[in-house]
């Protein structure tokens, strides 16, 4: 069964009811990042959880691009709102099979530093009872999870991770 979701836009981040931000670095330069996030194809091999993510159109693809994922139990229709090359990669969920919030957008932005790039993951959503219940356990679960995520990605690109 699939739950509708409220399309949101980049202003979300700043305005949704709840927001969930976490922060690490890779030894690796944005380019690279970067590529690794707008590639769904590879998700599988470096985010934990994700099965599968594809982009059910072809190529060219940016803002307003259609990304589907099979996480966990669940599955995930998303739409790009910002691919903004070697900065930031960000989407809003369409539909879910689980029904976790209303509205949700995320946001990985990646910025250049010596020695590699911070990257910096923000989860804006307006929960729905399911999510609401779990809020205690979602910082910690959401952030070690994005760790793994990070440490993975810094395995595959031969570069280092830390947490932030």
Do not use: K
């Not at 030894?27 to 985010?47: E, M, Q, Y």
């Not at 976790?100 to 932005?109: G, M, T």
């Amino acid at each position: 069964m699939w739950f509708e979701m409220r399309r949101e836009d980049l202003s979300f981040l700043e305005r949704a009811p709840v927001v969930h931000a976490f922060e690490a670095e890779v030894a690796a330069p944005a380019v690279a990042v970067f590529a690794a996030f707008a590639d769904p194809t590879t998700w599988s091999a470096w985010f934990p959880g994700v099965h599968e993510a594809s982009y059910p159109s072809g190529p060219p693809y940016g803002v307003g691009t259609v990304r589907a994922a099979h996480v966990g139990a669940t599955h995930w229709v998303e739409e790009l709102i910002a691919w903004d090359l070697d900065r930031r990669f960000a989407y809003t969920v369409t539909r879910a099979t689980v029904p976790l919030a209303r509205a949700q957008v995320e946001s990985f932005d990646f910025e250049g530093r010596a020695g590699g790039t911070r990257v910096r993951w923000r989860l804006a959503c307006e929960p729905r009872l399911l999510m609401r219940l779990g809020a205690p356990f979602a910082p910690r679960v959401m952030g070690g999870v994005f760790h793994r995520a990070i440490e993975n990605l810094a395995a595959r690109l031969g570069a280092a991770g830390s947490r932030g």
